[in-house]
């Protein structure tokens, strides 16, 4: 009988099994077997030796230490600030009876808009150009700043930009997770700490984290991933030219590899590829050892 189950479980997990092997580990092998594969040129499916100069030509294109130092810089800024508004967010609505649902709704109302729309929303609030200085420059007039060109100026204040705009984007999936979790905290909990005297703080150290930290390792590691996968959001913001505008991505570099001007290079763009996958899966290694500390299941 227990053999006769076994069986049945991997046949109704075997169409899983074919979809996940064709569609994600068997590129994955092949863009590892590419990555080696010097000069490949994938009209002719030929290449000229085996070895490691993509990794090498990759590692000292400054064009990808640019989009490493970006992507970085983006993954480090989002992912904690986006978590810890969400969570404050979360907490504020969790605790508004009235209107509640509607509050909801007007938070997670950004992560059903377009991209892209809502990247020319930020260009009309933050770019200088000839007739205007832009909304956010207007309003930093008031206090006798600016004005700043945020779309086409210093680093700083594009990488600003896009930093702001990755945490808009992503924040109202993260709200519905942590209100959802919040809604499923047994109250039993929190009355007994009230007639304890416990402090609101406390509740919140001691009561609320503990309980909801498997939610919040879990968009904490989504939110690395999905940070290091970045590419459309620096589109919508600066256009295609990425490197032109020193504001490319790990993601962009490779897709400008296969794709781009400097496209027809499958070799080096697979090397890129498989630096960003050891790079995401040592991380996400990292944060599953951290988790086993400060994660209460």
């Known amino acids: 009988m227990g053999k006769d189950n076994n069986l049945k479980g991997w046949l109704y997990l075997l169409p ?20 080696f594969e010097e000069g490949y ?6 290449f000229f030796g085996v070895g490691l100069y993509n990794y090498s030509y990759v590692l000292h294109d400054t064009y990808f230490l640019q989009a490493l130092k970006n992507t970085f810089i983006l993954v480090i800024i989002t992912v904690p600030l986006s978590t810890g508004i969400a969570l404050l967010i979360s907490v504020g609505l969790n605790s508004i009876k009235p209107l509640k649902n509607l509050f909801q709704t007007v938070y997670f109302l950004p992560y059903v808009t377009n991209t892209l729309a809502v990247g020319l929303v930020f260009m009309i609030l933050f770019k200088k150009t000839a007739y205007t200085d832009g909304l956010i420059n207007l309003m930093l007039a008031w206090f006798k700043r600016g004005p700043i060109d945020f779309i086409d100026g210093p680093y700083w204040a594009k990488m600003f930009v896009l930093c702001f705009y990755t945490i808009w984007v992503v924040m109202p ?13 047994n109250q039993d909990y929190y009355n007994a700490a009230k007639v304890d005297g416990t402090s609101a703080f406390r509740i919140f150290r001691r009561i609320t984290l503990p309980m909801i930290s498997p939610m ?38 490779v897709y400008d590899m296969l794709y781009g001007d400097s496209g027809g290079y499958p070799s080096y763009a697979s090397a890129a590829a498989i630096i960003l996958f050891a790079v995401v899966f040592t991380i996400t290694l990292i944060n599953l050892s951290i988790s086993k500390k400060n994660v209460h299941y």
């Open 16 to 35: 899983a099994i074919l979809f996940l092997g064709f569609f994600m580990v068997y590129p994955l092998i092949d863009v590892f077997v590419y990555s």
């Open 216 to 253: 919040i390792f879990y968009l904490v590691i989504t939110g690395f991933i999905g940070a290091f996968k970045a590419y459309s959001d620096a589109v919508a913001l600066f256009g295609t030219n990425l490197n032109a505008a020193g504001m490319n991505t790990i993601v962009g570099y």
């Open 173 to 185: 999936f993260k709200i519905l997770i942590l209100t959802s979790a919040l809604a499923g905290v």
């Open 41 to 46: 040129n994938s009209a002719s499916q030929t």
